[in-house]
């Protein structure tokens, strides 16, 4: 696959669109929280303002954006509610990485993405494999007349309550063996069921449901790639995956950090007689939480601005590396954002305890932690070979 060279910086208007976004979706996300109900209203209002269709090409009616434009985009409308920015981020990667590279497969999709509000989930986690859709325990069947019937079990399906299409994975047999297929198919009336609803530590707000897929009749016009085409495009396609995640749990750690910034100097210890934005401890510890969101965020920007490398192992490894140490640093912040504001902090008043929990997702989105470092060590020490799939 060809890659045009990147810009190095992103675009003004993209990101200006997702901090119009903020406000509203900052003051629906308790609720959401504390209903485990998903966000129906922020994606109205991202739907009506155009912002489910930044990456869709532009001349397919979309903003063309980069993998650059969504990163810095999905880290600032993460300040507002990181749970809608997950969601919506399992959308907007999606779109970008089929449309570089499988467009004419579905540029149809595309264009309803930008002119009907078509929203993509993706159905690759599975309980028998994690995250590791190299190996899916799904199975596609061929069907006599052409097409496929899949089943099998899919776990965290981000976005499922509003979901028009399914961007699937599976294994098919084929004479090379049992490889991977992959299918964008309209959301069926059929063949699909949610065995539980999302109910956890964070990121409530994001409907990652657990659905069966029960004998899903797929016609052929919804194959993506079979075999090598699907592992390479994952590969080669991991600047739109990895470092879109890590914005997310970025912008959390902003959201965290702005609110123990801006409150700080409101408050007073009158036993001291000073403002607790006096206090040298409270000084170092903004200090250190800047220093460390600062070169988080750089470490993440320059990751997805570079040119991909040419050994699409290395380029994947790259990425989930700098996916790993944003969520990492992502935590730290909040966790120190929490301690330093004391036991207001740990308030369902306020939200440091919810983008505390919220941060926590970013260390469990695959690949693992091992598994990234195993990844990157095998680049540098000459023994990736051919990838055995993240964990």
Not at 279 to 299: K, N
């Amino acid at each position: 696959m060809q890659h045009p060279s990147r810009p190095t910086e992103p675009r003004q208007e993209i990101v200006d669109l997702a901090a119009g976004l903020v406000p509203a979706l900052a003051a629906r996300a308790a609720g959401y929280d504390e209903a485990d109900a998903f966000c129906h209203e922020d994606f109205d209002e991202m739907v009506a303002a155009g912002y489910t269709a930044i990456t869709v090409p532009a001349e397919l009616g979309g903003m063309g954006a980069g993998a650059l434009d969504l990163v810095a985009a999905q880290s600032r409308l993460a300040e507002g509610n990181p749970a809608t920015a997950l969601a919506v981020n399992m959308h907007l990667h999606g779109v970008g990485l089929l449309a570089e590279g499988f467009r004419d497969r579905v540029e149809p999709f595309l264009k309803q993405v930008a002119t009907e509000g078509a929203i993509l989930a993706g159905g690759f986690s599975e309980p028998q494999s994690g995250g590791n859709w190299w190996y899916q325990a799904s199975t596609a069947t061929p069907l006599p007349g052409g097409g496929y019937r899949l089943s099998g079990t899919k776990t965290f399906f981000t976005g499922w309550p509003r979901a028009t299409h399914l961007f699937l994975s599976a294994a098919v047999e084929t004479e090379d063996g049992r490889e991977p297929i992959g299918f964008l198919v309209p959301r069926p009336e059929r063949g699909v069921r949610v065995l539980g609803d999302w109910k956890a530590m964070g990121m409530r707000a994001t409907g990652s449901h657990a659905l069966a897929i029960d004998d899903l009749e797929i016609p052929p016009e919804c194959v993506v790639a079979v075999g090598f085409p699907v592992a390479v495009s994952f590969l080669v396609g991991s600047h739109w995956s990895w470092p879109s995640f890590a914005s997310i749990f970025l912008g959390a750690a902003e959201a965290a950090f702005r609110h123990v910034a801006d409150g700080l100097p409101k408050r007073r210890n009158e036993g001291l007689g000073q403002s607790l934005a006096e206090l040298p401890g409270v000084q170092q510890a903004v200090g250190e939480m800047r220093m460390r969101l600062d070169a988080a965020r750089a470490t993440l920007l320059a990751a997805v601005a570079r040119p991909p490398d040419p050994d699409p192992v290395a380029h994947y490894g790259r990425m989930a590396g700098a996916k790993l140490f944003t969520c990492q640093t992502a935590l730290e912040v909040c966790t120190m954002a929490l301690r330093t504001a004391g036991g207001s902090g740990y308030l369902r008043t306020g939200p440091l305890e919810r983008l505390l929990r919220d941060a926590n997702a970013g260390l469990l989105l695959p690949p693992s932690h091992d598994a990234t470092l195993q990844w990157l060590g095998r680049v540098e020490l000459g023994t990736a070979g051919a990838p055995g799939g993240p964990r």
